[in-house]
């Protein structure tokens, strides 16, 4: 699984225009590192996408992710 890394400042400023609409709750996005994305799932996931959250065995996930993008770019 791999996505592509994009601005995501026009899609968190949508989501802030739209105070009426199906996003008037969303929260802002941001990339993080996969180290910063594991201690936030370990210490405060609730700050964590609601599909993230509940990912079984998230953690190995994440890590098997940067094992095979660092076994690809030797």
Known sequence: MEFPCRDVELLNRKWRDDS???FNKRRDLSWVTADDLLA????????LWKPV???????NLIRNIVLKREAGNR
């Open 20 to 22: 009426v609409g199906r």
């Open 40 to 47: 936030i799932h370990e210490t405060r996931p609730e700050r």
């Open 53 to 59: 959250r509940q990912l079984e065995h998230a953690s």
